[in-house]
């Protein structure tokens, strides 16, 4: 480590291969202007005054600080740090805390060691001739040759570098200092910090392979890391801060370690993947020889299986944080060759790590690709015999999905996938504070409601709160379906008639009743057409309805109007008109301005009772409301409650006036076995509890918000988008192939899909020809989660080649066969 030249090549090389210049969390303090620009002179002066120490002080190349070697004469030699004035006082602290705590544990693998000032201190503080504060650190020089001279290593030097770590992580074990658990962008936790700049990457299949790195980080690497030991770790073992030593035998030895400034308390492991990144070679197996490290580090400090499982995947993520690192130098200074020839031996490793899905590279959670498809198929044989045929699948290959978290779901494999389409997990699946609830309450009863139980009371009374006056009466029952089925007859028993309005496409339910209600199913393949005590209205579609653009709400509600005259005419009045505020299987359908407040107020004036079905969209999704209907000042006189409300547990609701719950109890008991049970409502409370506490209709209008943006930013680049239209995390893209037709393109939505789940990510389509892609992610979604969302659609939208796979084709001619219901077809 000597010489001018050197010492450049280092800051080239550090900054390339993606490693700068340093981009920290704290990038707003410590920056390039904080570097402090003395004098030779005057820096003498200063290390004379406060260490006593006389000597030739040369410059050493520096990113934040700024560094002289002193040689003070009879051997000794010194860098003198002077810190750039952004730095935290704590982390320098830390860092001449831990160095001290090194020096006392007398390692193989040295570190430099903290001078003192002439008063003890481990820091001097001086102030320059222009009165400038400043803060100078001493640190022992370390002789030896950085490992970047000697890669790829020699045999067995992969062990050793893996030892001097374990070394290292050993004597750091019990070190703790109170500015360990800093924020650092380098810390391989934090590392989702990426996906704000993964659209620099340039070239599809790179863009890819770090967008997929990034989601399998998020889905499954991420998560596992909090199981895993923590420690306070160097953090920054690249190949320019590893000292070596040359043996006679040809073979390395690891001799010193530089540069503690990124060393923080994170995962222990991390050590290891970081100097991986740098020391493994693509040109052999890199799994291989990390394994080799591991197995080193593991000689001194043991590592838990699921670390050295993990360890392959954190390389990956390392790798993926250095070339978007990278990709944002790039664009800050293009003209940096030596960036870019440095980002070529990161991008180099990455690919040859193979890519995180297991599609190259080791096969994962054990088992080999090829069982997988078997035992896929085995499953699907015996759903074929034991399961009635009229149940569907989603994807053109089945996926077998067999845990939940957050935003996430994770197949046989482990791999996980972004859940964009499960409105029913709507504070995310398996939310421990939803579980803990229903686990409880398990363990202690569950009966019917023939019982005093408070429980049902607390529910009722805090759900009720949720809606404006009349509505504030609610029965339990287990299902969207039931909810619709029960509001039927508590209409009809108030009004004392029978017919009902509906609306084309909707659907309400898979009861006989709900099915007639619903033209979706009754007038869809199978059904048998609309009863005579149904009227259908026509779907209020803006977009491509008989009524559109502006205005169209007139239209629409004339539309209801006229059917309320025939109906009173024909002496058959309705009992009700049965709607969404949002159709969901008709197409995420938003209604023009006016049209659903209008339509109730002309069903009561006909004397029945409007009915607002918030069974996908209610509870907060629309994001500006708890539900669809006040979002659009519609007020029905019974709502209807399911899906989301007990986030997966089965619970259903409707909620109405004294009135209507008068009229209903007209002799006839009203029971349902499961309806109400404390279980079903420890769940719909914990629900509520965690949708006020983590904020989640704000996230879904913000995040919301976020997307549709994105979505019509696409729309603007990508002809086959017809129209973006939603409310908060409640959207829908509409696919056409040709935009001034309106002409509805199923095969490039079915195709969009596919696309997508081949990324990870899970997406659906609804609406009469299935060209409408369905977006209703749990409401814990995020704007990184929105971020990967619009890559894979942007990806799946500019792919070349014929339009439409096969599996496309046969997709979506098998949903409209199948009609427009979406929950047996996936997780609506
Ligand atoms: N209403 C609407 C609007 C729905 O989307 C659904 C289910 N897709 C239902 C009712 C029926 O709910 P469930 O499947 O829980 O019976």
């Given at each position: 480590?000597?010489?001018?030249?050197?010492w450049r090549?280092k800051?080239?090389?550090?900054s390339?291969?993606?490693q700068?210049?340093?981009?920290?969390?704290d990038?707003v303090?410590?920056?390039?202007?904080?570097?402090p620009?003395?004098g030779?002179?005057e820096?003498?002066r200063?290390?004379?005054?406060?260490y006593g120490?006389?000597g030739t002080?040369?410059p050493?190349?520096?990113e934040?600080?700024q560094?002289?070697?002193?040689d003070?004469?009879?051997?000794?030699?010194c860098v003198?740090k002077l810190?750039?004035?952004?730095h935290?006082?704590?982390?320098?602290?830390?860092?001449?805390?831990?160095?001290?705590?090194?020096?006392?544990s007398a390692?193989?693998v040295?570190?430099p060691?903290?001078?003192?000032?002439g008063?003890g201190?481990?820091l001097a503080r001086f102030?320059?001739a222009?009165g400038?504060a400043?803060r100078?650190?001493?640190?022992?020089?370390?002789?030896?040759?950085?490992?970047?001279g000697?890669l790829?290593l020699p045999a067995g030097?992969?062990?050793?570098?893996g030892?001097a770590?374990?070394?290292?992580?050993?004597?750091?074990?019990d070190f703790?200092?109170p500015?360990?658990d800093?924020?650092?962008?380098?810390?391989?936790?934090?590392?989702?910090?990426?996906?704000?700049?993964?659209h620099?990457?340039?070239?599809?299949d790179?863009?890819?392979?770090?967008e997929r790195t990034?989601?399998?980080?998020r889905g499954?690497?991420r998560?596992a890391l909090?199981?895993?030991?923590?420690?306070?770790i160097h953090?920054?073992?690249?190949e320019?801060?590893?000292?070596?030593?040359?043996?006679?035998?040809g073979s390395v030895a690891?001799?010193g370690?530089?540069?503690f400034g990124?060393m923080?308390?994170?995962?222990r492991?991390?050590e290891l993947?970081?100097?991986?990144a740098?020391a493994?070679?693509?040109k052999?197996?890199?799994?291989?020889?990390?394994?080799?490290a591991?197995?080193g580090?593991?000689?001194i400090?043991?590592?838990e299986?699921?670390e050295i499982?993990?360890?392959?995947?954190l390389?990956?993520?390392r790798?993926?944080v250095s070339v978007v690192?990278s990709?944002?130098?790039e664009?800050?200074?293009?003209?940096?060759?030596?960036?870019?020839?440095?980002e070529?031996?990161?991008?180099?490793?990455?690919?040859?790590?193979?890519?995180?899905?297991g599609?190259r590279?080791?096969p994962?959670?054990?088992?080999?690709?090829?069982?997988?498809?078997?035992?896929?198929?085995?499953l699907?044989?015996r759903r074929?015999?034991?399961?009635g045929p009229s149940l569907?699948?989603s994807?053109a290959?089945?996926?077998?999905i067999l845990?939940?978290?957050?935003?996430?779901l994770?197949d046989?494999?482990?791999?996980?996938y972004l859940d964009?389409?499960?409105?029913?997990?709507?504070?995310?699946?398996?939310?421990?504070r939803?579980v803990?609830?229903i686990s409880r309450?398990?363990a202690?009863?569950n009966?019917n409601?023939?019982?005093?139980?408070?429980a049902?009371?607390?529910?009722?009374?805090?759900?009720a709160?949720?809606?404006?006056?009349?509505?504030?009466v609610?029965?339990?029952v287990?299902?969207?379906?039931?909810?619709n089925?029960l509001a039927?007859?508590?209409?009809r028993a108030?009004?004392?008639?029978?017919?009902?309005?509906?609306?084309?496409r909707?659907?309400?339910?898979n009861t006989q009743?709900?099915?007639?209600?619903?033209?979706?199913?009754?007038?869809g393949?199978g059904?048998?057409?609309l009863?005579?005590?149904?009227?259908?209205a026509?779907s209020p579609?803006?977009?491509?309805?008989?009524?559109?653009?502006e205005?169209?709400g007139?239209?629409?509600?004339?539309?209801?109007?006229?059917i309320c005259?025939?109906?009173?005419?024909?002496?058959?009045p309705?009992a009700?008109l049965?709607?969404?505020?949002i159709?969901?299987?008709?197409?995420?359908?938003?209604?023009p301005?006016?049209?659903?407040?209008?339509?109730?107020d002309?069903?009561?004036?006909?004397?029945g009772?409007?009915?607002?079905d918030?069974?996908q969209?209610?509870?907060?999704?629309?994001g500006?409301?708890?539900?669809?209907?006040?979002?659009q000042?519609?007020i029905?006189?019974i709502v209807?409650?399911?899906?989301?409300?007990?986030n997966?547990h089965p619970?259903?609701?409707v909620?109405?006036?004294r009135?209507?719950?008068?009229?209903?109890a007209?002799g006839m008991?009203y029971f349902?076995?499961?309806?109400g049970?404390?279980?079903a409502?420890a769940a719909?409370?914990?629900v509520?509890?965690?949708?006020e506490?983590e904020g989640?209709?704000g996230r879904?209008a913000?995040?919301?918000?976020?997307?549709?943006a994105?979505?019509r930013?696409?729309?603007?680049?990508?002809?086959?988008?017809?129209?973006?239209r939603?409310?908060?995390l409640?959207?829908?893209v509409e696919m056409v192939?040709?935009?001034?037709?309106?002409?509805?393109?199923?095969v490039a939505?079915a195709?969009l899909?596919?696309?997508a789940?081949a990324?990870?990510i899970?997406?659906?389509?609804?609406?009469?020809?299935?060209?409408v892609?369905?977006i209703?992610p749990p409401?814990?979604?995020?704007?990184?989660?929105?971020?990967?969302?619009l890559?894979?659609?942007?990806?799946?939208l500019?792919?070349?080649g014929?339009?439409g796979?096969p599996?496309?084709?046969a997709?979506?001619?098998?949903?409209?066969?199948?009609g427009?219901q979406s929950?047996?077809?996936?997780?609506a």
């Amino acid at each position: 480590m000597s010489g001018a030249p050197e010492w450049r090549r280092k800051a080239a090389r550090r900054s390339a291969a993606g490693q700068g210049p340093r981009r920290r969390i704290d990038d707003v303090t410590v920056s390039v202007e904080g570097r402090p620009r003395l004098g030779v002179a005057e820096v003498g002066r200063a290390v004379l005054d406060h260490y006593g120490l006389e000597g030739t002080l040369a410059p050493l190349p520096g990113e934040w600080d700024q560094n002289f070697r002193l040689d003070a004469g009879g051997g000794r030699r010194c860098v003198v740090k002077l810190a750039n004035r952004g730095h935290e006082e704590g982390v320098l602290e830390l860092q001449s805390s831990a160095l001290d705590h090194l020096a006392a544990s007398a390692l193989t693998v040295r570190s430099p060691g903290i001078v003192r000032t002439g008063s003890g201190e481990p820091l001097a503080r001086f102030r320059d001739a222009g009165g400038e504060a400043h803060r100078m650190r001493l640190l022992t020089w370390l002789e030896g040759t950085p490992l970047a001279g000697r890669l790829p290593l020699p045999a067995g030097g992969l062990r050793a570098l893996g030892r001097a770590l374990g070394e290292l992580n050993l004597a750091l074990a019990d070190f703790s200092h109170p500015a360990m658990d800093r924020d650092l962008q380098w810390d391989l936790r934090r590392a989702a910090w990426i996906s704000r700049w993964t659209h620099l990457v340039t070239g599809p299949d790179r863009r890819a392979f770090v967008e997929r790195t990034l989601l399998d980080y998020r889905g499954r690497v991420r998560p596992a890391l909090d199981g895993l030991p923590m420690s306070v770790i160097h953090n920054d073992a690249n190949e320019e801060n590893i000292l070596i030593a040359g043996e006679s035998d040809g073979s390395v030895a690891i001799v010193g370690l530089l540069d503690f400034g990124d060393m923080l308390r994170t995962n222990r492991i991390h050590e290891l993947a970081v100097a991986c990144a740098y020391a493994l070679s693509a040109k052999a197996d890199p799994v291989a020889q990390a394994l080799e490290a591991a197995e080193g580090y593991a000689g001194i400090l043991p590592l838990e299986q699921e670390e050295i499982d993990l360890l392959p995947d954190l390389i990956r993520v390392r790798l993926a944080v250095s070339v978007v690192n990278s990709a944002r130098a790039e664009r800050e200074d293009p003209a940096n060759l030596h960036r870019r020839s440095s980002e070529e031996a990161a991008w180099a490793l990455l690919m040859a790590m193979g890519a995180p899905d297991g599609a190259r590279g080791r096969p994962r959670a054990g088992k080999p690709e090829a069982d997988r498809a078997g035992e896929v198929e085995r499953l699907a044989a015996r759903r074929r015999k034991i399961l009635g045929p009229s149940l569907s699948l989603s994807y053109a290959r089945p996926l077998t999905i067999l845990r939940g978290r957050g935003v996430w779901l994770h197949d046989a494999g482990g791999r996980p996938y972004l859940d964009c389409v499960n409105n029913v997990c709507h504070v995310g699946h398996g939310h421990p504070r939803v579980v803990e609830a229903i686990s409880r309450q398990a363990a202690t009863l569950n009966t019917n409601t023939r019982y005093l139980h408070p429980a049902i009371l607390d529910y009722a009374g805090r759900l009720a709160a949720l809606f404006a006056d009349p509505l504030g009466v609610c029965f339990f029952v287990n299902s969207g379906s039931e909810a619709n089925e029960l509001a039927i007859r508590m209409a009809r028993a108030h009004t004392g008639r029978r017919d009902v309005i509906t609306l084309d496409r909707a659907y309400h339910g898979n009861t006989q009743a709900l099915v007639d209600v619903s033209p979706c199913k009754c007038e869809g393949p199978g059904g048998t057409g609309l009863p005579e005590w149904v009227r259908k209205a026509p779907s209020p579609d803006p977009y491509r309805g008989i009524h559109r653009g502006e205005g169209s709400g007139r239209g629409y509600a004339e539309e209801i109007a006229r059917i309320c005259r025939e109906m009173v005419d024909d002496g058959r009045p309705p009992a009700l008109l049965i709607a969404e505020a949002i159709q969901g299987c008709g197409g995420q359908i938003v209604p023009p301005e006016g049209f659903l407040r209008e339509a109730f107020d002309l069903v009561r004036a006909a004397g029945g009772v409007a009915i607002a079905d918030e069974v996908q969209i209610g509870l907060g999704r629309v994001g500006s409301h708890w539900w669809g209907f006040e979002a659009q000042g519609a007020i029905p006189d019974i709502v209807t409650l399911g899906k989301p409300i007990g986030n997966g547990h089965p619970l259903g609701a409707v909620v109405t006036t004294r009135e209507i719950a008068a009229s209903f109890a007209n002799g006839m008991e009203y029971f349902s076995t499961f309806g109400g049970n404390p279980v079903a409502m420890a769940a719909g409370m914990a629900v509520l509890d965690v949708i006020e506490g983590e904020g989640l209709r704000g996230r879904a209008a913000r995040v919301g918000a976020f997307l549709m943006a994105g979505l019509r930013d696409l729309a603007t680049r990508c002809e086959a988008i017809g129209e973006v239209r939603g409310m908060g995390l409640f959207i829908g893209v509409e696919m056409v192939t040709d935009r001034a037709l309106r002409s509805p393109d199923g095969v490039a939505a079915a195709r969009l899909v596919e696309g997508a789940v081949a990324d990870g990510i899970l997406l659906s389509t609804d609406g009469p020809d299935q060209n409408v892609i369905k977006i209703k992610p749990p409401l814990v979604f995020s704007e990184d989660d929105a971020r990967a969302l619009l890559w894979s659609m942007e990806r799946a939208l500019t792919r070349q080649g014929p339009r439409g796979s096969p599996a496309a084709g046969a997709a979506v001619a098998e949903r409209r066969q199948r009609g427009c219901q979406s929950s047996s077809k996936r997780p609506a």
